[in-house]
């Protein structure tokens, strides 16, 4: 923890506190220390340039890795791909931490893959739609996807394509 420290200008008392978040998430992987460390460097990392605090850039990682069902060696990619979507969009880190992890969770289900979750999420905020609100808009577009109202799925055969969970695998 000091060399996170020492490497990301961070605090002990910030990067213990991120790394039992790390811990108390779960992802699997991090029960081997070497590995929890990397992801806390990488969670220590995507708060710098996030100017967020690290335990917020951990709760974002560890829901993103756990709805996906991936592992801490995946971190660096989730990392990349959520600095991607911020930096393109008008998203807080901390806006959208703490409730990332359901709109991920029911986007894996339905095998949505998390770039473009992410850059929808951008792009809905690049419309004036803030962050949470956007992350909103996707878990109810994905909820009526996965289970259509009957005048949804009406619609859908007038106009003869398939309007639920099977046409988006």
Known sequence: ILQVGADSNKSFRELKEAY?????????????????????ARSANLA?????????????L?????????????????????WASISAGKVKLGEIAGSLGATAGQAAALNVP????????ALLTT??????????????ALSN???????????AKELGIQFDAAALK
């Open 20 to 40: 039992e978040e790390i811990l108390g998430a779960s992802v699997k992987g991090t029960e081997d220390d070497s590995a929890a460390l990397a992801f806390l």
């Open 48 to 60: 710098k340039v996030t100017r967020e605090e690290t335990k917020v850039a951990a709760d974002a």
């Open 62 to 82: 560890t829901s993103l890795l756990n709805a996906y069902s991936q592992d801490a060696s995946q971190a660096g990619r989730a990392s990349d791909l959520l």
């Open 114 to 121: 998390m770039e473009e979750l992410l850059g929808a999420m």
């Open 127 to 140: 419309r004036g739609i803030p962050a949470s609100t956007a992350l909103e808009y996707i878990r109810s």
């Open 145 to 155: 996807v996965q289970k259509p109202s009957q005048a949804a799925r009406d619609t």
